[in-house]
């Protein structure tokens, strides 16, 4: 087993996780337990992790052949200080949730896994988006083990389109069904992860936007979550309560509202709209 350890003033396990941007992970009570902090169970494709603060450290355990992905996508290797400081310079709102979110990091997350799952993400509640996906796995996700334990991957889109449209019916995705499925079909024939990561923002967007049940929101969230296209601002209800009532914005069209938030915070983006989700919601699941 590998070992992570990764100064925590820029990495809270806790806050990273909860702020909407991933859907698989759990707390692990019996190892909270033992060491006195809480510890979470993370998942991502095929892997698994166990992810915890420790004092001033934050400490990630992974298989050692996953130790790259998981540095990787925990985002270690950039440095959050100068993203707090940008976001502290606006003063404000915008400050005070750098302040409260200090410690979160945008996750470098499989794309497939990442598109799949913010299709289920729309107009759902995240426990709901948690349980539904859960379900997914163990519907079709390969069996996998982790310092003795099972557990599920993430469904390749070759599983995925050997289940009919039934099947994502009954586990809860009602009209989303028909997306997933569509989706699962044509996805080795028209995604290529590769080619898409070369495409400016702008071709990104308008490729994802393409797929069928995709709008605004959920392209923003796979930009930015799957590809760390940090110049894009996913709205939804929270950020479109702060916009209103802390930012003083006056646009009812949530469209909108990511192209004038994206133009403001610019590269920036995303971070901040972490930090800003982050501390509108509050942790409430």
């Given at each position: 087993m590998e070992k992570i350890v990764y100064e925590s003033e820029f990495f809270s396990v806790k806050d990273t996780l909860f702020c909407g941007q991933v859907f698989r992970f759990k707390l692990n009570p019996v190892l909270s337990k033992a060491r006195g902090a809480e510890s979470y169970d993370v998942f991502s494709a095929d892997k698994r992790c166990l992810a915890y603060n420790d004092g001033a450290k934050a400490v990630i355990e992974c298989e050692e052949k996953d130790a790259d992905y998981f540095y990787n996508y925990f985002?270690?290797?950039?440095?959050?200080?100068?993203?707090?400081?940008?976001?502290?310079?606006?003063?404000?709102?915008?400050?005070?949730?750098?302040?409260?979110?200090?410690?979160?990091?945008?996750?470098?997350q499989d794309v497939t896994e990442t598109l799949f799952s913010f299709i289920v993400s729309q107009n759902n509640n995240i426990p709901r988006i948690k349980a539904i996906i859960e379900k997914l796995c163990a519907g079709a996700g390969e069996e996998k083990e982790f310092s003795g334990e099972k557990y599920f991957a993430f469904p390749t889109p070759y599983a995925l389109s050997l289940r009919d449209e039934e099947f994502f019916k009954g586990i809860g995705l009602g009209y989303r069904a028909a997306y997933i499925k569509n989706l699962a079909d044509g996805f080795d024939k028209t995604i290529k992860a590769e080619e898409l990561k070369h495409l400016s923002d702008e071709e990104l967007r308008k490729y994802l936007l393409s797929i069928y049940g995709v709008g605004r929101k959920v392209a923003d969230c796979v930009s930015l979550f799957a590809f760390h296209r940090s110049g894009s601002f996913p709205v939804d209800t929270w950020i479109e309560k702060i916009y209103k009532e802390d930012l003083g914005g006056t646009l009812n069209d949530r469209e909108k509202v990511a192209c004038e938030l994206a133009e403001k915070f610019g590269e920036n983006s995303g971070y901040f709209q972490q930090y800003l989700f982050h501390y509108k919601r509050g942790l409430k699941d």
């Open positions: 985002d270690l290797r950039r440095d959050y200080s100068a993203i707090f400081k940008a976001a502290e310079s606006f003063g404000g709102v915008i400050k005070a949730a750098a302040e409260a979110g200090k410690g979160i990091r945008i996750l470098n």
